[in-house]
């Protein structure tokens, strides 16, 4: 008897078909989570969170910058959930744009970060005040002197000068906040030295 039944039973299946029902698409959880559904949000996040995160990692390539940019992209998933709508395309879809976007943001934002540090640098390089230089002279000079002396260099030399023997940078870095070849540094380096030295009245 529960023989026959187990085989009514088994027969009114296909074979290898499971009874169990499929979940809910990303679509569905999706409008869930616009009324405000947190169990539906956690289901999306197992469903979403690792193709997020590989995305990222691909425009960001730095791995905790893009775990960071994966949770920005899942938070506004969350609080933007109510602009989605079915006809303009999968869940899936509009998370990777969504994703990708705030992927790319971060890349130009730490592109921008670094640009403006060095030009910080070599603007605070180039407009150091003058007292700051004229404190590592020695003393044997009256620090006006010194100034008057520097006064009579061209830009350039007065320049390559105070960075190069005052500040301690190389030739190549004084060309590069110069913005000038590096033969040129060194020939108004040469030069500028000379006349600080006739001026000075330093003798050989």
């Known amino acids: 008897m529960d023989e026959a039944a187990g085989s009514a039973g088994s027969a009114g299946r296909p074979r290898g078909v499971s009874s169990t029902e499929p979940g809910p698409t990303a679509e569905e959880l999706l409008v869930r989570v616009a009324k405000g559904d947190e169990p539906a949000f956690e289901l999306l996040y197992e469903k979403l969170a690792g193709p997020i995160l590989g995305l990222v990692r691909r425009v960001v390539r730095d791995g905790a910058q893009s775990e960071e940019v994966a949770q920005e992209v899942l938070v506004e998933l969350w609080r933007t959930a109510t602009r989605y709508s079915p006809e303009r395309g999968s869940a899936?879809?509009?998370?990777?744009?969504?994703?990708?976007r705030r992927a790319v943001d971060r890349v130009r934002s730490a592109r921008a970060s670094t640009d403006r540090e060095q030009k910080a640098t070599f603007e605070a390089a180039r407009a150091r005040p003058f007292d700051e230089v004229a404190e590592a002279v020695t003393s044997r000079w009256e620090r006006q002197q010194v100034r008057k002396c520097l006064s009579n260099l061209t830009e350039l030399q007065r320049e390559s000068v105070m960075l190069a023997y005052y500040q301690g940078y190389t030739y190549r870095e004084v060309a590069e906040v110069l913005s000038a070849p590096q033969?040129?540094?060194?020939?108004?380096?040469?030069?500028?030295?000379?006349?600080?030295?006739?001026c000075l009245g330093v003798t050989a």
């Open 92 to 100: 899936m879809n509009w998370a990777m744009t969504l994703a990708h």
């Open 183 to 198: 033969g040129t540094i060194k020939t108004r380096l040469r030069d500028g030295l000379i006349r600080l030295r006739d």
